[in-house]
């Protein structure tokens, strides 16, 4: 039996986008949006960090090098961010999004205020499930207003 193959990562993020804005909609009009969106952000933390440990399993990932390469032939490699390696050094790997197409994306579904709760909000907890060892940092994103999105990983 063979596999199909993995879907980029944008058009996973598409599909989940299509079930859970209206689902995030409804709960928001229902319950308040703080309230729903604490819950959807704890959850979908969660849901990136499990992801991480399994991926860490899955693909043996130990080092800054390890990652790098993992994001060059990832989301990277799949054009939906636009970067600009700003350092590559073997204590260090720092990149900035110029441009964004999970932030066009959810923008074009009338969820542009969602779309920072949804994709950057895993970030953090699927690099510590990645790969522990290795330190992450971003100060800014596109999807809250910022010029870039400066990802930096590090030992």
């Given at each position: 039996?063979?596999?199909?193959?993995?879907?980029?990562?944008?058009?996973?993020?598409?599909?989940?986008?299509?079930?859970?804005?209206?689902?995030?909609?409804?709960?928001?009009?229902?319950?308040?949006?703080?309230?729903?969106?604490?819950?959807?952000?704890?959850?979908?933390?969660?849901?990136?960090?499990?992801?991480?440990?399994?991926?860490?399993?899955?693909?043996?990932?130990?080092?800054?090098?390890?990652?790098?390469?993992?994001?060059?032939?990832?989301?990277?490699?799949?054009?939906?961010?636009?970067?600009?390696?700003?350092?590559?050094?073997?204590?260090?790997?720092?990149?900035?999004?110029?441009?964004?197409?999970?932030?066009?994306?959810?923008?074009?579904?009338?969820?542009?205020?969602?779309?920072?709760?949804?994709?950057?909000?895993?970030?953090?907890?699927?690099f510590a499930g990645l790969a522990p060892e290795i330190s992450f940092?971003?100060?800014?994103?596109?999807?809250?207003?910022?010029?870039?999105?400066?990802?930096?990983?590090?030992?």
């Amino acid at each position: 039996m063979t596999t199909a193959p993995e879907l980029p990562l944008l058009e996973r993020r598409r599909i989940e986008a299509g079930v859970l804005v209206p689902l995030i909609r409804a709960m928001q009009a229902e319950f308040g949006a703080g309230p729903v969106n604490e819950v959807v952000a704890r959850t979908i933390r969660d849901l990136a960090r499990a992801q991480g440990e399994a991926d860490r399993a899955r693909m043996n990932v130990s080092s800054l090098a390890d990652v790098a390469a993992r994001l060059r032939q990832g989301p990277l490699a799949e054009g939906s961010l636009i970067v600009e390696v700003a350092e590559e050094s073997p204590g260090r790997f720092a990149f900035n999004v110029r441009r964004c197409r999970f932030k066009e994306m959810y923008e074009e579904m009338g969820a542009g205020d969602l779309g920072f709760l949804l994709s950057c909000n895993r970030d953090f907890a699927y690099f510590a499930g990645l790969a522990p060892e290795i330190s992450f940092s971003r100060t800014q994103t596109l999807m809250e207003g910022d010029p870039v999105c400066d990802f930096c990983y590090g030992r």
